[in-house]
């Protein structure tokens, strides 16, 4: 969230913050009150994202509703590769914290990639539970231990605010894309929505006025906001892809930070992969037999953690790798499909006065897809950039070598032109 802010400037980032976490929470909440129109259309006690998103076209106007599978299977891929694309970000801040911890004990920079072969064993088992109510222990311990380094890191924040005159209060409009990305995917969750309404004991206390959501996303936001305010205050434009990173690694406050803020992440995993995972499997497990399904299930869920880790390698830098899984798949799945999905459920005569949630939805639409396209365009030059500063580093460290071997070749050269009279080789 520093990182947000400072590609967002003090009021942009900190209003804007508040704003996209407002915009964010209501289209969860048109979600599942769209879902809630559809079980008693549909006469379905409880329905999935995809059910919704399905049901909403087939039930809609009748020119839409052929597309009521393909919508149903859109929603269900556009799931899968949201969470994938969280979970290989997961890996990269896993191992970074990991490594700024092993390079200081060891003394020496071991590549981030050998650390991210190392989480292979702990993310496959993760990968393994196939029950929600499992992973209830694990995001106990996770929150504490994030909720013990939420305070060791405010405690370094307000021990160390820079003065106002080093920070900026309006970014530039090239950098507002990758602000707006990462707090799309800091704070966007709507993919477990369904399945966390679904198994409440009282469904009916999940949106409302007070409710679960809306008590749940006021605490988030206003966390979210103090952290990545008070973080760019701190650090300013020193502060990195986690504030995390910014703490000193020699002080045994700032190494427990790091440990606690990994762990809290590692053990997010399983739920963060949980949804991906369900779909994946729904979709393939009638290709096999009753003997082989189990074994099937496990292998399949082993592939797929190895492919987040894979993917984690391939774009070890979490940064431009935040924003743009929250360009590319939050915005898309977060605030586009909501808006879509309220538009069609809603389209025989409770579109309100004035067509109001027309006019809403299409700005909602509006604003995913300029945050799909300017912070996809915004992340991959970043990503780039990457690849072509290691390339240019391994240039570097080459050059010596490259310099001697070209001084033996010309020195052979002018020797055996010079024995040959042709040529004299000149100091």
């Given amino acids: 969230m520093p990182s947000a802010i400072k590609n967002g400037g003090l009021i942009v980032g900190g209003i804007g913050t508040v704003l996209i976490g407002i915009l964010c929470s209501h289209c969860v909440h048109i979600l599942v009150r769209s879902s ?15 059910d919704t998103a399905g049901a909403a076209f087939e039930y809609g106007p009748k020119p839409l509703r052929r597309y009521a599978n393909f919508a149903r299977n859109l929603v269900n891929w556009a799931l899968c590769a949201t969470y994938v694309g969280g979970s290989c970000v997961y890996i990269v801040f896993i191992a970074t914290g990991i490594k700024q911890l092993g390079d200081y004990y060891l003394g020496q920079g071991i590549d981030i990639r050998t650390y991210m072969l190392c989480l292979i064993p702990a993310v496959v088992l993760l990968g393994q539970i ?12 996770a929150n504490i231990s994030l909720t013990i380094g939420f305070a060791i890191t405010l405690y370094y924040i307000f021990s160390d605010i820079q003065p106002l005159e080093k920070i900026h209060y309006v970014s530039t409009w090239e950098q507002l894309p990758k602000f707006f990305a990462t707090v799309i995917f800091a704070i966007e969750g709507i993919g477990t929505v369904m399945p966390i309404e679904n198994s409440m004991a009282n469904p009916g206390h999940f949106i409302g006025c007070p409710s679960v959501l809306n008590i749940s996303m006021t605490v988030v936001i206003s966390l979210y906001t103090m952290m990545g305010v008070f973080g760019y205050l701190s650090y300013g434009d020193d502060a990195k892809g986690s504030i995390t990173y910014n703490l000193p690694v020699d002080q045994v406050l700032g190494q427990i930070v790091k440990i606690l803020i990994a762990l809290a992440i590692i053990l997010t995993y399983g739920l963060q992969y949980f949804v991906p995972l369900e779909i994946i499997w729904n979709t393939i497990k009638h290709k096999f037999s009753h003997r082989w399904e189990f074994l099937g299930e496990t292998v399949m869920r082993v592939l797929m953690v190895l492919l987040t ?10 940064d431009p790798f ?3 899984v929250g360009a590319v798949f939050f915005s898309f799945l977060g605030i586009f499909i909501p808006a879509v999905v309220e538009t069609v459920s809603c389209w025989d005569g409770h579109l309100g006065a004035g067509y ?3 006019w809403k939805n299409a700005f909602l639409v509006l604003v995913a897809l300029a945050a799909l396209i300017s912070g996809t365009w915004v992340s991959l030059l970043d990503i780039a950039e990457l690849y072509v500063e290691k390339s240019n580093v391994n240039v570097t460290t080459l050059a010596p070598v490259a310099n001697t071997t070209e001084s033996i070749l010309l020195t052979t050269l002018g020797i055996i032109n010079n024995a040959n009279g042709t040529m004299a080789l000149r100091p």
């Fill in 322 to 324: 935040i924003s743009l």
């Fill in 36 to 50: 809630h129109v559809l079980c008693r259309k549909t006469k379905t006690p409880q329905m999935t994202y995809a």
């Fill in 309 to 318: 880790v894979s993917v984690a390698m391939l774009v070890p830098s979490l």
């Fill in 356 to 358: 109001w949630r027309i």
């Fill in 130 to 141: 196939r029950h929600l109510k499992i992973l209830v222990p694990f995001s106990v311990v």
